[in-house]
Structure formats: C-alpha cells, structure tokens
C-alpha cells in the first residue's frame, strides 16, 4: 500500500503493530515507573466516599439487558451513595496482591493510566463544582467550586446532556504510565482501557436506575482546558453523563 495515501490513523495502527521479527527490545526501567495515583497538593475539602452495597439490586443479565444511552435528563439531583457506588465501581480498588492494587475495571498491565474527574452539578450533599477522585484515599477532592454544565456542553460540541447531566465523569489519561511499557502502542490500551470502565459505568447506572450516555465528541483543548490538564502529559479521553432520566 502506498504509505502517503495512508492517514495518521492508519500510520499509526501499522507503526504500533506487535510483529514477531521486530518485537521492542530492553527491559522495563523500574526506577522510573509513573505512580498511577495521581494526588493534588491542594484541596478546598474532601469527600471520602460512601461504604458500598455489593449485594442485591437487579441481576447482571437483567442490568445487560437494559442498558442503554439516555441523553436526556430530568433535574432530579443524585444522591452522593449513588455517586459513590458509580465510582466505586468505575476506578474502586477490589484486589490487594502481587505488589498491585487492582481495580473494578481492568487496565493493560495493571498500570491505571486513566483519572477520573467529575463536573459535578446536581449531586445531594456536596457542592456543585470540579472534582478529582483520590483513589488510593477513596475520596473525591473539590478542585474548583461553581456550576461547570454551559462549559462542558459547549466543550462537548453542545451536547446539551452535559449541561443537564447530575454530573458527568471526565476521564483523562496520564500518557507516561502506559507508555513506560507499552511505548507508542501505549494510546491503543489507554483507549481500551477507557472503554472498559465506560461500560462499567453504563451497568453500574443501570443497575441504580439511572440513565448514562458516554461521549467521545468533544473539542479535545476545551476539556483539558476546563478541568485544568496540559493536554500533552494528561490528556481528555472520554466522558460520561450521569443523571435521571427525563
Ligand atoms: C466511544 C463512544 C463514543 C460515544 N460518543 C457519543 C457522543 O459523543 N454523543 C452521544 O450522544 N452518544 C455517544 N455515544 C453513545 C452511542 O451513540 C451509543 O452507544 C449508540 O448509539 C448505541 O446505543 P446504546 O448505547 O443505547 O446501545 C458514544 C458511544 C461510544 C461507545
């Protein structure tokens, strides 16, 4: 094929193929592994989240069955359980073994390039406003207080669900954890990995009977740009609407 008619999509899945005559060579760099927590030195207040109800509620196949994309919602507020169930089961961690702490969500490598923000603008007991979620900690870090909806929807293209939306998880990924291993192939398992706890998201707001929509059309610098992200080291991946079904 010829190389110049190819777009940089194409180029790049070709240049990020495994072949066994051409595999990456050298070790892994130990001493500079990335952390894959991320922590703010500052925090106007904290929000350790909720215990969790792991038992009952509807059954996966039933939860499966009715999954769907709800873009529209009504102005009913979430309840901060609700919130933190959501994130629990997004980016929680359920596992401590081998040096690891895994999550509810699977990710290349055990490396969790992936942060999870929240423009919050309907959640009960906690301000409107953007929020980093501490996942070491379990806790929800109010970055910036005020309503963020005019902002995100016209970030999101004007998806007016964003503006709606009790509150959307902005997913954004730290580049250098996936690329200490998996060097340019990296952004294939940040994707992947985004997409898992996409879907996650979806059941887990099923299951609680609330609606979710993900999005991935967004102007790229105007997220990064309202959460406060370079773009290039952190960069805005996907994000998720959360709220009441209108
Ligand atoms: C990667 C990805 C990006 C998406 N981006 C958007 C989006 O920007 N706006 C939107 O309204 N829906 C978006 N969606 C939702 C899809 O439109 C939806 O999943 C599809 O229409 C199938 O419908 P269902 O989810 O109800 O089964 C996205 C879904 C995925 C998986």
Not at 42 to 48: C, E, G, S, V, W
Not at 133 to 138: I, L, P, Q, T, W
Request: charged share 25%; net charge neutral.
């Amino acid at each position: 094929m010829d190389r110049r008619r190819e777009g940089i999509g194409d180029l790049y899945h070709q240049e990020t193929k495994y072949r066994k005559e051409a595999m990456p060579r050298g070790g892994l760099d130990w001493g500079h592994q990335p952390s894959p927590y991320k922590e703010f030195p500052y925090a106007l207040k904290h929000f350790p989240i909720r215990p969790l109800d792991q038992k009952g509620g509807k059954s996966l196949w039933e939860t499966i069955a009715q999954r769907r994309s709800i873009r529209e919602f009504s102005n009913q507020s979430i309840t901060f359980p609700e919130l933190s169930q959501l994130i629990w089961a997004t980016q929680g961690i359920t596992l401590k073994a081998l040096g690891f702490e895994f999550r509810a969500s699977p990710s290349a490598g055990a490396l969790y390039p992936i942060e999870t923000y929240l423009a919050v603008n309907r959640v009960e007991e906690i301000p409107s406003g953007l929020y980093h979620y501490n996942v070491k900690e379990r806790q929800l870090i109010l970055l910036k207080e005020g309503y963020l909806g005019p902002e995100l929807c016209q970030a999101g293209l004007g998806q007016e669900m964003l503006e709606e939306a009790a509150c959307v998880f902005v997913w954004t990924a730290m580049v250098d954890r996936s690329k200490w291993k998996y060097r340019e192939r990296g952004y294939r398992y940040i994707y992947m990995d985004v997409g898992h706890i996409g879907q996650t998201l979806y059941l887990a707001a099923t299951a609680l009977d609330l609606g979710c929509c993900t999005v991935g059309a967004f102007f790229d610098e105007e997220v990064d740009r309202v959460i406060g992200v370079d773009g290039k080291n952190e960069i805005s991946v996907y994000l998720g609407a959360i709220g009441h079904a209108r």
